[in-house]
């Protein structure tokens, strides 16, 4: 009764930090028109280094606590049988085949099937321009690191052109076409996300500890709200309707509830399934942990802001883990 009232609980929390997450974009928005850019750059730098944090829970999540725990379960159980083979190192193979497909499946969901165009693509047709002179000029002026660079009797190769939206003078066009590719793009992005949210909540409900059910959502709400505010941010930059915006932004904010409760009735079912269902969503949870982190650290800024986000993300990591020790020190599993 009482991890049944624990899930109950989370779900509450789950649909609250969701909508609270989809919300943020409209009260930053407000916020913004007050005091213009101000702190436009300390908001992203908090929103920033808070993601890093929040995908450090998400790998401490997987290496420390549902990996093992898997695992462990797996090799436990003598009587388990997964492709007809009772052999430990073969259940073990098996299990990281299953993270495998749930790592594939979220690379898919976010990279393979949204269009494959990119914007500035279908503004300007894929089209080629030859560069002009001003353009030439505004390349060497800005260029900082060159030095007695004569232009006068260089020949330009009409033969190699720039892409179009890299021309200083485009006329835009095909509007419609770009709209419907913002508008793909917006719906994989929800969809996806929306799934990978439904694993997620799978996750609480296979946990078979009041302590893991709370862990297992702190972890995952941590990264939570930041998909509320992309996914609020990419549907309102298109041309969907408002009634089709509001029913995806219910799926998304109801998916991982969703996902709670059939992991609360695939639990029922049996450790081998709750297994193979824990597989898949680590393997989610890597994709995601990995693409956060990368993307964060990736983007162009100072070494010490990198360093900053680098930090977020080990302490992170190590809160988890004090966590993690402290409640298996305490609260046992019991199987």
Not at 49 to 56: D, P, Q, T, Y
Not at 198 to 206: A, H, N, P, R
Not at 207 to 229: E, P, T
Request: charged share 15%.
């Amino acid at each position: 009764m009482e991890i049944l009232l624990a899930k109950i609980i989370c779900i509450f929390i789950f649909i609250i930090v969701t909508t609270t997450g989809c919300f943020i974009p409209y009260l930053i928005g407000i916020y913004g028109k007050k005091h213009e850019s101000q702190n436009e750059n300390k908001i992203k730098n908090i929103l920033s280094n808070l993601n890093c944090f929040g995908s450090g829970f998400i790998f401490s999540i997987i290496m420390f606590h549902l990996l093992p725990e898997t695992i462990f379960v797996v090799t436990e159980h003598d009587d388990m049988k997964i492709f007809n083979s009772y052999d430990k190192e073969i259940k073990i193979l098996y299990i990281f085949f299953f993270v495998f497909i749930g790592f594939c499946m979220q690379l898919a969901l976010e990279y393979v099937l949204p269009t494959d165009r990119h914007i500035c693509c279908v503004l300007h047709e894929n089209e080629n321009v030859i560069p002009d002179e001003n353009y030439i000029n505004k390349l060497v002026k800005t260029n900082d690191n060159s030095h007695n660079i004569e232009m006068h009797n260089v020949i330009i190769n009409e033969a190699q052109y720039l892409h179009a939206c890299e021309s200083h003078n485009i006329a835009k066009k095909n509007s419609w076409e770009f709209l419907q590719v913002l508008t793909m793009q917006s719906f994989f992005l929800t969809i996806s996300l929306a799934i990978h949210s439904f694993i997620e909540g799978m996750v609480v409900g296979t946990s078979d500890q009041v302590n893991y059910v709370f862990i297992n959502s702190f972890c995952i709400l941590s990264h939570k709200w930041i998909a509320g505010i992309t996914v609020s941010i990419s549907l309102n930059q298109n041309n969907l309707s408002n009634s089709l915006k509001t029913i995806l932004l219910i799926i998304f904010i109801i998916s991982s509830p969703m996902g709670i409760v059939l992991g609360y009735l695939v639990q029922a079912a049996g450790e081998k399934v709750t297994c193979i269902i824990n597989a898949i969503s680590i393997g989610t949870l890597l994709f995601i942990g990995c693409e956060i982190l990368l993307n964060e650290i990736n983007e162009k800024f100072s070494r010490k802001v990198r360093f900053t986000k680098w930090v977020s993300f080990c302490f992170s990591c190590i809160i988890a883990f004090s966590i993690i020790c402290f409640m298996a020190h305490f609260s046992p599993h019991t199987h």
